[in-house]
C-alpha cells in the first residue's frame, strides 16, 4: 500500500493539454431523460458547455440502447437530439451537435442485425458497449455480422472490461474493431488496475478514439485534470486518434 502510494505522489502533471486538438467528442449521454446521463434540459446545456470550454468544437451523444433498461430508438434519439439543437441555438450557443447510440451487445441486438438500421457516427462508425461480466460467446460473429453491413466497429471504454486482456485487445484489433478509452480512466477515476490498463493500450498504439462518456457534472469536472496527465499527451502525440476527422 505505502509502495502505491509512493507512486502516485511520483507522478508529475504536464503542462495542460486542450481537448481542442481532437475537436470532436465521440461518447456522451446528453438527451435528457433517456438514460442514465442527464436527466433534463438545462443539465444538458450546462455538461455541452463545459465540454465546449475545455476545447471541443463537436460533440457526438451516444445515449444507451439496452433491451432490459434503456429501449430508446433511433426516433427517440433524434427527436430528442433536435430538441437539444433547438435549445442550444435558443441560448446563442455555437457548438455543432450529432447523435449516434452505445449499443449493448446482447442477444436482442444480435437480432436486429441486417434488419434495423442502426445509428451510427463519421464513416459509419458504430459504438458498442458489452457486459462488464464476461463478453458473449460469439462475439467475434457478431462483429463479423455488423462488418458485413458495412459497420466499422468501435468498442467503448475496453479498458474497463476486466475480463480482457492485451491478447484479446490484439485479436479485436486484428479483427478491424476500433478501441474508444474513457478520460477519466488516465486519472484513476474507476480503479488503479483500470488507469495501468488504459496506459498499456496507449503505450501499445491501440487506441483510435478517446471519448468522455460524460454522464454528470462530477464527471465534467474531472476533465481537466485528464489534461494534465502524461497518458493524455502520449495519446494525443501517438497520431493514431480519429476524433479530428469527425
Not at 118 to 138: C, I, Q
Not at 160 to 165: E, K, Q, S, T, V
Not at 211 to 235: F, V
Request: one cysteine or more; proline letters at 2%.
Amino acid at each position: 500500500m505505502l509502495e502505491w502510494f509512493s507512486k502516485k505522489n511520483e507522478e508529475k502533471d504536464l503542462e495542460p493539454l486542450d481537448f481542442s486538438v481532437l475537436k470532436t467528442d465521440i461518447h456522451s449521454h446528453f438527451i435528457p431523460g433517456i438514460d442514465d446521463g442527464s436527466p433534463d434540459m438545462e443539465t444538458t446545456i450546462n455538461l455541452i458547455k463545459e465540454l465546449q470550454q475545455l476545447g471541443f468544437s463537436k460533440v457526438i451523444t451516444t445515449p444507451h440502447v439496452m433491451s432490459d433498461f434503456y429501449q430508446n430508438t433511433s426516433e427517440i434519439i433524434l427527436n430528442g437530439l433536435a430538441d437539444v439543437r433547438a435549445e442550444l441555438k435558443n441560448q446563442n450557443i455555437n457548438i455543432e451537435i450529432e447523435a449516434a447510440a452505445e449499443y449493448y451487445i446482447d442477444y436482442d441486438f444480435e437480432q436486429k442485425i441486417g434488419k434495423e438500421q442502426f445509428l451510427t457516427f463519421g464513416d459509419n462508425y458504430l459504438l458498442v458497449e458489452l457486459s462488464f461480466m464476461e463478453a458473449p460467446m460469439n462475439l467475434f460473429d457478431i462483429i463479423f455480422k455488423l462488418q458485413l453491413e458495412g459497420y466499422k466497429v468501435v468498442l467503448a471504454h475496453p479498458e474497463r472490461y476486466a475480463y480482457l486482456i492485451m491478447k484479446d485487445y490484439e485479436d479485436l484489433i486484428c479483427r478491424g474493431v476500433l478501441l474508444q478509452l474513457n478520460f477519466l480512466s488516465l486519472i484513476g477515476y474507476y480503479s488503479e488496475g483500470i488507469k495501468k490498463k488504459t496506459e498499456e493500450l496507449i503505450a501499445n498504439d491501440m487506441v483510435s478514439f478517446v471519448g468522455s462518456d460524460c454522464h454528470n457534472i462530477n464527471h465534467a469536472e474531472l476533465y481537466k485534470e485528464c489534461q494534465t496527465k502524461k497518458a493524455w499527451h502520449d495519446l494525443n502525440n501517438s497520431r493514431r486518434l480519429l476524433n479530428s476527422t469527425l
